[in-house]
């Protein structure tokens, strides 16, 4: 399968633990979104990668959040300190950028998620 | 206001119904449009990009209008795996992420 990957598919923790999840994206893709969904809403941009620079952040990263992108290819989002708030589904996706589609408007490939749950 | 509104539905429409989706978009500055197919705990997937022009897949057309701020998109002649939750998307101001509707869920009947 070359689709874009999520590790650990489900993850149920208690408030306050620090959470860990990766996602690996389609091979070459050179930009790395992470989104979450909450029951009933549209997924909500989080940060995103092109290569490994976080180049944007949305408001809803808190301090409690951190996202990695070392060497340009997988990606961690970690949580520290988990409140019952962060329960949602974290989702990645990937894109690739051309000379052709620098202004965005790129087709992102959506990885299954990761569902938390923190009790 | 949200960035980006749906009417949440539910839609009931039986099969071979035509089902059409309204969505409208608060940033002018948006370049790129789409619609996002989600089925039931599952990850959202493309469906089609949107252009000005307004463009064709089958069964389903989208429309933009950049005036209005306002997308739409058609089905004719539903079918039962056309049941699912349909996202209007547009790009962030910042022009690479994503802002996303809540969604409008269509369930289709035999």
């Known amino acids: 399968d070359t689709g874009v990957s999520q590790d650990p598919r489900h993850k149920i923790t208690k408030r306050g633990q620090n959470v860990t999840f990766r996602c690996d994206p389609i091979?070459?893709?050179?930009?790395l979104y992470w989104y979450r969904q909450t029951l009933g809403q549209g997924p909500e941009f989080l940060t995103y990668f092109q290569n490994e620079a976080q180049l944007e952040k949305s408001r809803l990263l808190s301090d409690r959040f951190s996202a990695e992108r070392p060497k340009g290819s997988f990606s961690t989002l970690e949580i520290q300190r988990t409140e019952q708030g962060d329960s949602a589904m974290y989702l990645c996706?990937?894109?690739?950028?051309?000379?052709?589609?620098?202004?965005?408007?790129?087709?992102?490939?959506f990885g299954p998620g990761t569902r938390l749950l923190v009790l | 206001r949200k960035e980006v509104e749906q009417d949440p539905g539910p839609f009931n429409v039986p099969e071979g119904a035509t089902v059409a989706f309204n969505c409208t978009y608060s940033n002018s500055a948006s370049q790129s449009f789409f619609w996002y197919r989600q089925d039931c705990r599952k990850e959202p997937k493309l469906l089609m990009s949107v252009y000005s022009s307004g463009n064709e897949d089958g069964r389903f057309t989208a429309q933009l209008n950049r005036a209005s701020q306002y997308i739409s998109l058609l089905i004719r002649d539903s079918k039962l795996s056309d049941s699912a939750t349909y996202l209007c998307v547009v790009n962030r101001n910042s022009g690479y992420a994503l802002n996303f509707g809540k969604g409008t869920s269509l369930l289709v009947t035999p």
């Open positions: 091979s070459e893709h050179n930009r």
């Open positions: 996706a990937s894109s690739l950028v051309t000379q052709g589609n620098l202004a965005g408007g790129e087709t992102q490939y």
